[in-house]
Each structure stands twice: as structure tokens, then as C-alpha cells.
T-cell receptor, first 114, second 116 residues
């Protein structure tokens, strides 16, 4: 079955460490997105990528980095510069870069900084 | 800047009854799309319903329907015959049709509880 996978489901990080969240899709979608979800805040866009080897900052990109070397993969690195990284992170993809298209979401990764 | 407001942080409804979730948005765009997403306790985001702003007819999907009032910038979701499985967070989202960035703007969500 096609879909989006995120790993790990739960991730714990010590302060000062970088950590990478995985997002893989086998839907042959062109565009991929990373969102952060905090209680009472809805979803906020971190980064998005419309094609391979290209990506743009979203609304809260500071302290995060991404890469898009393959169409099916869009990993997110949470760096030590991110001051409050504890949150739920959702990856999404859509077939091509058009507003009409539904974004399909992965199951999410819960990141906790110890 | 475009914003989406969901004024009801929490709501509850009895099983089999009807409930309406509110959403308003602010934009200067004329063409755009609106969505309602559901996030159950599993936290998997699922698209419930989608509305194109240029269409006057309200979208419907089985028990889910919207009341889209473009002039008022309102986009409410009506759930008929509520079921226990409808218990979830519901997010309203907006994206302009121009620009090609497909950047969804989400509201803060409404937590809906369906009681037996």
C-alpha cells in the first residue's frame, strides 16, 4: 500500500544535540512538507519542497534544516539552535504543487528534549 | 497575512445528533481553497472535505457538509448523525490558489467529543 512513513514514532534528545526525523513516501508525490504541532497552536509549516534538490522555508524555519536528494525522501534535522524543539512533527506530501491537491500526512514523530 | 480562526476550542455532542464547527478566515485573495481535516486520537491527519472558493455550491461528503459564505469569509462544518468515531480534533485550513506554494494555513483546531 502506498503511503507516508515517519520514523521514529517517539524520539528523545538531549539539549545541544542535533536530531534527524525521517519522512518517506511511496506515492510518487512531487511536493513534501514538514509541520510542527503544539498544543493549542494548530499546525505550522517549517519547510516545504516542490521538486528534488529544491526547498523553501515555511513560517517557522529557524533552527531546522532539510534536504531533498530523492523524490521519496524529505528528512528534517532539528538543530541545537531550535530553542524549544519539544513538539509533534508531521510530514505531508501532495501529488504535484497545486493548491487544490489534498495533502496526505504521515503518522507523526513526537520529539521530546530532555 | 492570511489567518484562520476557529473560535470553539472544544465542543461536545450526543451520538446521532448534529453539530456545527465554526471557521472564519481572513484573506485578500479572490480564489482559494478551504479544507477541513480531522485528527483522531491516533493523531493521523485525514482530509474530511474540500471547498473551492469559486464554487457557490456547498461541498458535501456523506454525513459531512459545509456552509461556505464567501462574503462573510466563513466556512463551517456540519456533522450529521454524529458517531463515536467522529471524536477528534478538527482543523480548518486555507490555501490561495495562486502562487504555487500550496502553503496551508491552519486554524488552532476544535476538539470534538461525541458522547454515547
Amino acid at each position: 500500500d502506498g503511503g507516508i512513513t515517519q520514523s521514529p514514532k517517539y524520539l528523545f534528545r538531549k539539549e545541544g544535540q542535533n536530531v534527524t526525523l525521517s519522512c518517506e513516501q511511496n506515492l510518487n508525490h512531487d511536493a513534501m512538507y514538514w509541520y510542527r504541532q503544539d498544543p493549542g497552536q494548530g499546525l505550522r509549516l517549517i519547510y516545504y519542497s516542490q521538486i528534488v534538490n529544491d526547498f523553501q522555508k515555511g513560517d517557522i524555519a529557524e533552527g531546522y534544516s532539510v534536504s531533498r536528494e530523492k523524490k521519496e525522501s524529505f528528512p528534517l534535522t532539528v538543530t541545537s539552535a531550535q530553542k524549544n524543539p519539544t513538539a509533534f512533527y508531521l510530514c505531508a506530501s501532495t501529488r504535484w504543487a497545486h493548491s487544490y491537491n489534498e495533502q496526505f500526512f504521515g503518522p507523526g514523530t513526537r520529539l521530546t528534549v530532555l | 497575512a492570511q489567518t484562520v480562526t476557529q473560535s470553539q476550542p472544544e465542543m461536545s455532542v450526543q451520538e446521532a445528533e448534529t453539530v456545527t464547527l465554526s471557521c472564519t478566515y481572513d484573506t485578500s485573495e479572490n480564489n482559494y481553497y478551504l479544507f477541513w481535516y480531522k485528527q483522531p486520537p491516533s493523531r493521523q491527519m485525514i482530509l474530511v472535505i474540500r471547498q473551492e472558493a469559486y464554487k457557490q455550491q456547498n461541498a458535501t461528503e456523506n454525513r459531512f457538509s459545509v456552509n461556505f459564505q464567501k462574503a462573510a469569509k466563513s466556512f463551517s462544518l456540519k456533522i450529521s448523525d454524529s458517531q463515536l468515531g467522529d471524536t477528534a480534533m478538527y482543523f480548518c485550513a486555507f490555501v490561495p490558489s495562486q502562487g504555487g506554494s500550496e502553503k496551508l494555513v491552519f486554524g488552532k483546531g476544535t476538539k470534538l467529543t461525541v458522547n454515547p
